[in-house]
């Protein structure tokens, strides 16, 4: 994901007419803003500290005796 929005940031700085150290002068700041949350999740991801098949999900089911809600924990 991050490789992908490199290769488009990239690819806009190649296409545009204006020089490019302007264009990354001006736009840094505001890439990277769009990038390091993306960086982030993709360490946490890496790392197997907090993988998304150990979070616990909470569905509501209905239950077969009195037709009630009932709060389930499902497993991923």
């Keep these: 994901m991050v490789v992908a ?3 488009g940031f990239a690819l806009v700085y190649v296409v545009t007419p ?3 150290d ?7 700041e505001r890439l990277f803003t769009q990038l390091w949350p993306t960086v ?6 890496m790392s197997g500290s907090a993988p998304l098949g150990a979070m616990r999900r909470v569905a ?3 239950g077969p005796e ?3 809600r ?5 497993r991923a």
């Design 5 to 7: 929005m490199l290769g």
């Design 40 to 45: 982030v999740w993709a360490a946490f991801q």
């Design 70 to 74: 009932l709060l389930s924990e499902v």
């Design 60 to 62: 509501f089911t209905t």
């Design 22 to 28: 302007w264009q990354v002068a001006t736009s840094f």
């Design 66 to 68: 009195t037709g009630d």
């Design 18 to 20: 204006n020089p490019l």
